[in-house]
Protein backbone atom coordinates (compact mmCIF):
# COMPACT_ATOMS: atom_id res chain seq x y z
CA UNK A 1 0.00 0.00 0.00
CA UNK A 2 1.17 3.67 -0.30
CA UNK A 3 2.73 5.75 2.04
CA UNK A 4 1.50 8.97 1.43
CA UNK A 5 -1.34 10.32 -0.54
CA UNK A 6 -1.09 13.92 -1.91
CA UNK A 7 -3.59 16.49 -2.73
CA UNK A 8 -2.71 19.74 -5.14
CA UNK A 9 -6.19 21.55 -6.28
CA UNK A 10 -7.44 18.41 -6.80
CA UNK A 11 -4.39 16.56 -8.63
CA UNK A 12 -3.76 13.80 -6.38
CA UNK A 13 -0.59 11.52 -6.37
CA UNK A 14 0.09 8.23 -4.29
CA UNK A 15 3.81 7.56 -3.17
CA UNK A 16 4.49 4.36 -3.58
CA UNK A 17 6.26 2.56 -0.78
CA UNK A 18 9.46 1.42 -1.76
CA UNK A 19 9.45 3.16 -5.13
CA UNK A 20 10.98 6.19 -6.69
CA UNK A 21 7.69 7.57 -7.76
CA UNK A 22 4.52 9.07 -7.52
CA UNK A 23 1.64 8.20 -9.43
CA UNK A 24 -0.88 10.10 -10.36
CA UNK A 25 -4.68 9.57 -9.81
CA UNK A 26 -6.96 9.73 -12.77
CA UNK A 27 -9.98 11.35 -11.16
CA UNK A 28 -10.13 14.29 -9.21
CA UNK A 29 -9.94 14.12 -5.56
CA UNK A 30 -11.31 16.90 -3.05
CA UNK A 31 -10.79 17.00 0.97
CA UNK A 32 -13.57 18.88 2.95
CA UNK A 33 -12.89 19.90 6.50
CA UNK A 34 -15.33 20.12 8.83
CA UNK A 35 -15.29 22.20 12.08
CA UNK A 36 -18.80 22.67 14.39
CA UNK A 37 -21.57 23.43 11.70
CA UNK A 38 -18.65 24.90 9.48
CA UNK A 39 -17.18 23.98 6.01
CA UNK A 40 -13.96 26.60 6.24
CA UNK A 41 -12.41 24.03 3.72
CA UNK A 42 -13.88 22.68 0.50
CA UNK A 43 -11.18 20.97 -1.45
CA UNK A 44 -7.89 21.57 0.14
CA UNK A 45 -4.48 20.87 -0.71
CA UNK A 46 -3.61 17.79 1.59
CA UNK A 47 -0.59 15.20 2.65
CA UNK A 48 -2.26 12.16 3.97
CA UNK A 49 0.37 9.30 5.43
CA UNK A 50 -1.69 6.55 5.25
CA UNK A 51 0.72 4.38 7.85
CA UNK A 52 -0.05 6.80 10.55
CA UNK A 53 -3.16 8.12 9.96
CA UNK A 54 -1.73 11.64 10.17
CA UNK A 55 -2.39 14.77 7.53
CA UNK A 56 -1.61 18.18 6.66
CA UNK A 57 -4.25 20.66 5.65
CA UNK A 58 -3.17 23.82 3.89
CA UNK A 59 -5.22 27.14 5.19
CA UNK A 60 -5.03 30.48 5.41
CA UNK A 61 -6.44 30.06 8.42
CA UNK A 62 -5.39 27.39 10.91
CA UNK A 63 -7.60 26.14 13.00
CA UNK A 64 -6.98 25.89 17.21
CA UNK A 65 -5.16 22.63 18.30
CA UNK A 66 -7.42 20.21 20.49
CA UNK A 67 -10.27 20.90 17.72
CA UNK A 68 -12.28 18.46 16.72
CA UNK A 69 -12.83 17.82 12.54
CA UNK A 70 -14.73 15.39 10.11
CA UNK A 71 -12.80 14.89 7.06
CA UNK A 72 -14.66 13.57 3.70
CA UNK A 73 -12.79 12.44 0.62
CA UNK A 74 -14.81 12.88 -2.14
CA UNK A 75 -15.02 12.97 -6.01
CA UNK A 76 -15.86 16.40 -7.40
CA UNK A 77 -18.25 17.28 -8.86
CA UNK A 78 -20.69 14.88 -8.18
CA UNK A 79 -19.59 14.77 -4.61
CA UNK A 80 -18.87 10.81 -4.31
CA UNK A 81 -17.86 9.87 -0.92
CA UNK A 82 -14.86 7.80 -0.81
CA UNK A 83 -13.85 8.12 2.83
CA UNK A 84 -15.61 9.96 6.07
CA UNK A 85 -13.20 9.96 8.88
CA UNK A 86 -13.12 11.66 12.80
CA UNK A 87 -10.15 13.40 13.34
CA UNK A 88 -8.40 16.24 15.57
CA UNK A 89 -5.80 19.04 14.97
CA UNK A 90 -2.60 18.40 16.75
CA UNK A 91 -0.79 21.53 15.72
CA UNK A 92 -0.50 24.05 13.22
CA UNK A 93 1.57 25.86 10.93
CA UNK A 94 1.09 29.61 10.66
CA UNK A 95 4.50 31.71 10.31
CA UNK A 96 7.20 31.53 8.04
CA UNK A 97 7.63 30.65 4.00
CA UNK A 98 6.52 27.33 4.18
CA UNK A 99 2.85 26.50 3.23
CA UNK A 100 0.39 27.48 6.54
CA UNK A 101 -1.77 24.98 7.91
CA UNK A 102 -2.87 22.07 10.57
CA UNK A 103 -1.50 18.57 11.68
CA UNK A 104 -4.84 16.53 11.71
CA UNK A 105 -4.51 13.01 13.44
CA UNK A 106 -7.25 10.48 12.49
CA UNK A 107 -9.27 9.83 15.43
CA UNK A 108 -10.92 6.24 14.28
CA UNK A 109 -8.18 5.50 12.53
CA UNK A 110 -8.85 1.96 11.05
CA UNK A 111 -6.43 0.82 8.59
CA UNK A 112 -8.78 -0.76 6.25
CA UNK A 113 -10.61 2.47 5.78
CA UNK A 114 -7.25 4.08 4.42
CA UNK A 115 -6.70 1.01 2.84
CA UNK A 116 -10.13 1.10 1.01
CA UNK A 117 -9.01 4.52 -0.14
CA UNK A 118 -5.92 3.91 -1.60
CA UNK A 119 -7.59 0.86 -3.64
CA UNK A 120 -10.06 3.36 -5.18
CA UNK A 121 -7.27 5.84 -5.75
CA UNK A 122 -4.81 2.85 -7.62
CA UNK A 123 -8.14 1.80 -9.43
CA UNK A 124 -8.08 -1.20 -7.49
CA UNK A 125 -11.56 -0.75 -6.50
CA UNK A 126 -14.22 0.84 -8.13
CA UNK A 127 -16.96 2.82 -6.22
CA UNK A 128 -19.48 0.13 -7.92
CA UNK A 129 -17.84 -2.59 -6.11
CA UNK A 130 -18.53 -1.27 -2.37
CA UNK A 131 -21.21 -3.20 -0.96
CA UNK A 132 -23.75 -1.65 0.91
Not at 99 to 111: E, P, T, V
Request: aromatic share 8%; net charge positive.
Amino acid sequence: MANFIEDRRSSAKINIRGANHKRDVKFPLCLALRYGNQVPLECADFLLNTTTGKLFVETDNPLPVGSKVLLHFYIPPEIKLLSEVKGHVIGKRNLGSSSRGNYIKINDFLHRKLHRLEDYLSEKQHLVDKRI
